[in-house]
């Protein structure tokens, strides 16, 4: 398993790509300003695009910032419904995941 210093920088690359595209987005939103009603359209519809970006990249810091606050706390990488532990797995896919396989099986059939 990665040590905690590994995935503590691996989370931590993560937050600062996901910081520029952040700001990426919010430039390219600010930059819009067509006065072409067709162009005007094209824009919108661009900007609904990068709005729905920039909220799941929202959602994936808050989760990495939770994800940094467990290894400052001593339980990253333990399930936080039944504190088994993650897979090495499932961490390497989503290292800022707070459950484990299981857990998020069953929160997945819940809804």
Known sequence: ?????????????????LLQRLQDIETEL??????D????A???????VLEG????G??????????LQRISAGNYGFC???GEEISEKRLDVLPYTPVCKDCAAR?????
């Not at 990665?2 to 937050?15: A, E, F, H």
């Not at 929202?58 to 994800?67: N, R, V």
């Open 37 to 40: 009603w067709a162009e005007l």
């Open 58 to 67: 929202k959602l994936e810091l808050a989760m990495i910032e939770a994800a």
């Open 1 to 17: 398993m990665l040590d905690l210093v590994q995935r503590q920088t691996q989370l931590l690359q993560r937050k600062d790509e």
């Open 30 to 35: 600010d930059a819009h300003q067509s006065k």
């Open 53 to 56: 970006m920039g909220v799941s």
């Open 42 to 48: 094209t824009e919108r519809e661009s900007d609904e």
């Open 80 to 82: 936080a419904a039944c």
């Open 107 to 111: 929160n997945a059939e819940h809804k």
